[in-house]
C-alpha cells in the first residue's frame, strides 16, 4: 500500500455505468454462439477521498448486450459492502476484501460463486485493485510480481482447493520461482509477452476476408491465429483449409466452437478438421462439462483442448485439471471473482504443470488479463513456453491506457492500474440507452 | 392446452415484485452457511387477455435476501422475450418456449445456463407451466401425468445431454412406465407421496427443541429428519446424539453441511458422526465439486452423498451421475431452468437409477417441487422406494394453495395451477421495501 494514502481516506461511492457498442452491425465478434453480440460492459468506478478525491479504481463486467443492465444492477447491489469502507483496510487486504465479498451469506444464494453475482464481485475487486495499484504506482502485474509470496497466499481463497492445492503447495510454486524474478521483468520490458490473434477468424467473415487477415496477423509477427468454428462443418472444412493455406504450415491455428457441441459431435467434427493440423479445439462444448471435456480429449489427441472463458470459478478449473481434461486453461479476467481467484487459478495451473492462455477480447479483456500472464510468467510458472495471450483488435480506442501489441507480442504496460480504465468521452458517448450512440438508433 | 383459450389471446404484461420475509430473527432456516437467511421471492406474474384477463400464470425465485432485487431485475430482463407473445403459442409449445429463453445469444453470456439468469428463466418458465395448468384445469403434475411420452420428450433440451441421455433414450424411460400410471395417480390421490422434516434441525435450534421437534415429527408420521451440521464438530455430535436419542433406530436422520466443507474435511467430519448413525450426508462440499462429491461418497459408504440444490443445471446433474458422485439427486424447483430442465433431470436420474428426493423449504418451494416428484412417481421412476419430499413447515400460509402433509406424506394437490401463487395481502405486506413489514423495521 501507498504511505500517500491517510488513514481517514473512505471510498465514497460505487458507480455504475451501461456501456454498449453496437458491434453486431459489422459481425465483429460472431460466433456459432453469438451471432450478433453488442460489444457491452457493466462498469464501475470505486470513489474515494484520497489523493485529494483523485484517486479511483475503475474496471468492468463483459457481456455481449442485452442483460448488461442486469449486469449493472448487480454490481450495484454491492455498493453496501463497499462504500464508507476504509480505503487503507480495503486496498491493504485485497484477499480479505475479495472474501468479503464472496462469502457474503445472502448474496451467496445467487451463485454460489457463479454467474452474474461473481461477475459483479469480480468487476468489484478489479476495481479494488486498479486503486491499490494507482496509489501504488505501479501497473497491476509489477505491484503482484513485487509481492512476497506470503503475500501473495494470502490473496487466495483457498476454500475448496484444498484435495488440489494447499497454501503450503502455493507457497512452495511461488518460492520455486522467486529466482529470476528481476530477469523475467527486464525480459517482458524489453519484449513483451506472446500474442495470438482472433481477428481474422469471425464466423460472419468472408473466405476472402479470412485469407487476406490471415496473411496479415502473420506478417505483423504473430504465430498463432484462431478460427471460430461450429456452425456449418462443411464452411469449417472450406475455411480451415482457406486459413491454413494462407498462413502455411509454420503457423499455429486454433479453433473455437464457443460450446456449440455434445461431446460425440465436438469428437467427429474435430476428426473432419484435422487434416489442416488444428492446434486446440476451445470450447467444444458445455463449459460446465468436466467429463465431457476429457472425453473430447482423450478421443482427440494430440489435438489440444481449451477452456476457460465461461468457467464459473476456480472449482471447475480445479476438476479439469484433476480430470485431465485441458491441455490449456484459459483465464478470463472478468467472469470470476476479480484478480484473486485468478491468482487462485494460475496456481492450481502451476501445480498441474499446464499452461495458461487467457481469453480476451471482448471491452478492455486484454487491457486487464495481460497483468495476470505477465505476473504468471515473473512469479508463478517462470516460462512462456507454448503461453500466448489472445489479442482481438477492436475496441481499444476506447481506453485510457490501451493495449499495444508489436510484433506478435503485448508490450508490458507501464501505467499505473489495471487498464481497464474507459476514456470519459466513450463512457458518454455509448452509454445505453441514452448517449448518442444509442438514442440516434 | 385448454381449448378455452382463443388464437388471439396474448401474454399481456410480466410483473415482478420483491417480497421478503423477515425470517432471520427467528433462526428459522439458519445453518452453517446461511446463518441469518430472510426468506424471499422474486416473484413473477404473467398477465394475459385470456378467460376475460383472468388467466394468470404465477412463480417465484427463491433467494436468501440481499440480492433478492438483482433476481428481480433479471426477471424483469426476459419482459421482453414474453410479452406480447400469443398464450396459445406458449402454452401450447412450453419446450420451445424454454428454449427460446435459454438460447438467448446474448443473456446467455450471463450464464451460460447458471447463477441469477438461469432462475430468472425458471421463475418465468414455471409461470409459463403454471398459466397452462391453469387453462388446462389441472394440477401440473396431472398436466404432466396424462401427456403421452412424445409431448414430454418434447419438453425437453437435451444439449450437452446426449453422451448420457438420449431422446430415445427418455422415450424408452417414458413407454416403461405408461402401465400403471392410472394406478398410480390413485394410490397418490389416496395416501399422498412421502415427505421428510428439516423442521427439527436448524442450527440455530437449542438442544431442548431439537429433541422436543424431532420427538413431535415422529409423532406426526415422518419417518426421516434432517438435522443441519457443518459449525461446530463437538455440537453436531452431541446434537446427533441427541437427536438420536429423541427418534429412536427406526428413524432416518439426513445431514446437511450445507457446502460447508473441503473434501478431506467432509470425510473426516462424517466418520465422527458415523456411530448415530447418519442416513445421507447432504452438500457435503461446493455444488461444483463433481469429483469431490465423487471422492466422498466412495470414502463413507454406505452413508449416502445427496445434493442438488445448487446444482447449476442438467449437465452438472448429468456428471454427478456419470461419475457415481451421489446416491440421492435433490432437485429444487427455482434453481434450474423451470419445469422443463427439471424433467432432463428426472429423466437422467431414472436412467442411472438414482432416486429424486427434492431440496424444499424456502418460499413456495414445497409448493411447486411436489408436482415434480408426484409427476416422476407416476410417469418416470414409478416407484416411491427410497424417495421423500423434503418439508419445512413455515411460510406456508401465504400461500394460495398451501401445501397439506399429514401423517409424514404430501397430500396431492388438486387445484390447477403450479401451487406458486400467493395471497394478494402476503405479496402486499412483505413487498419490499415499501411494505408495512419492512418500512415499519
Known amino acids: ?40 460492459a457493466a462498469y464501475v468506478v470505486l470513489r474515494t477521498d484520497a489523493a485529494g478525491g483523485g484517486a479511483e479504481g475503475h474496471a468492468l463486467a463483459f457481456t455481449t448486450g442485452r442483460g448488461n443492465d442486469v449486469q449493472a444492477a448487480a454490481i450495484a447491489a454491492l455498493a453496501p459492502y463497499v462504500v464508507g469502507r476504509p480505503v487503507a483496510e480495503v486496498c491493504g487486504d485485497l484477499g ?100 495470438y490473434t482472433t481477428t481474422p477468424g469471425w464466423l460472419g467473415y ?58 460425440r459431435p465436438a469428437i467427429d467434427w474435430m476428426r473432419a478438421l484435422a487434416p489442416y493440423d488444428p492446434y486446440w479445439i476451445e470450447e467444444p462444448t458445455s463449459p460446465d462439462d468436466i467429463l465431457g471435456h476429457a472425453a473430447i480429449r482423450e478421443a482427440l489427441r494430440p489435438i489440444r483442448v481449451a477452456t476457460g472463458e465461461h468457467i464459473a470459478n476456480r472449482v471447475v478449473f480445479k476438476q479439469l485439471l484433476q480430470a485431465g481434461a485441458v491441455d490449456v486453461v484459459q483465464i478470463d479476467s472478468a467472469r470470476v471473482g476479480g484478480v484473486n481467484e485468478n491468482l487462485a487459478i494460475l496456481l492450481l495451473a502451476a501445480k ?31 516460462t512462456l513456453e507454448d503461453r500466448v495471450i489472445e489479442y482481438v483488435d477492436h475496441l481499444h480506442e476506447h481506453f485510457v491506457d490501451p493495449v499495444r501489441v508489436a510484433g506478435g507480442h503485448y508490450l508490458a504496460p507501464t501505467r499505473p492500474g489495471l487498464g481497464a480504465q474507459m476514456r470519459p468521452g466513450s463512457l458518454k458517448e455509448y452509454a445505453y440507452p441514452d448517449g448518442p450512440v444509442w438514442s440516434a438508433r
Not at 484462431?226 to 499455429?252: C, F, H, N, Y
Not at 479453433?255 to 461431446?263: I, K, M
Not at 481469453?359 to 510468467?377: P, T
Open 1 to 40: 500500500m501507498s504511505p500517500a494514502v491517510s488513514g481517514s481516506a473512505r471510498i465514497t461511492a460505487l458507480d455504475v455505468l451501461d456501456v454498449r457498442f453496437p458491434t453486431s452491425e459489422h459481425l465483429d465478434g460472431s460466433d456459432a454462439m453469438n451471432p450478433e453480440p453488442d460489444y457491452s
Open 206 to 263: 468472408s473466405d476472402e476476408k479470412l485469407a487476406r487477415l490471415a496473411r496479415e496477423a502473420v506478417g505483423e509477427g504473430f504465430t498463432q491465429i484462431k478460427l471460430k468454428v461450429g456452425a456449418s462443418l462443411e464452411d469449417d472444412i472450406r475455411r480451415m483449409r482457406t486459413a491454413r493455406e494462407a498462413v502455411g504450415d509454420g503457423i499455429r491455428i486454433a479453433v473455437d466452437a464457443n460450446q456449440r457441441w455434445d461431446v
Open 352 to 382: 498441474f504443470g499446464v499452461p495458461v492462455c487467457p481469453h480476451a477480447g471482448g471491452v478492455g479483456l486484454c487491457e486487464m488479463v495481460q497483468h495476470l500472464s505477465m505476473f504468471d510468467f515473473v512469479a508463478v510458472s517462470g
Open 96 to 195: 480479505g476484501f475479495a472474501r468479503s465479498l464472496v462469502h457474503d451469506p445472502q448474496l451467496r444464494w445467487l451463485g454460489p460463486e457463479k454467474g452474474v453475482i461473481h461477475m459483479a464481485t469480480g468487476a468489484v475487486v478489479n476495481a479494488a485493485w486498479d486503486l491499490t495499484a494507482k496509489l501504488a504506482g505501479k501497473p497491476v502485474w509489477r505491484l503482484l510480481a513485487e509481492m512476497p509470496p506470503e503475500e501473495l497466499v494470502a490473496q487466495v481463497d483457498f476454500r475448496w482447493l484444498s484435495d488440489a492445492l494447499t497454501p503450503e503447495d502455493a507457497l512452495e510454486i511461488l518460492r520455486r520461482a522467486e529466482p529470476g524474478r528481476e530477469e523475467r521483468v527486464a525480459r517482458l520490458l524489453e519484449h513483451g509477452y506472446p500474442a
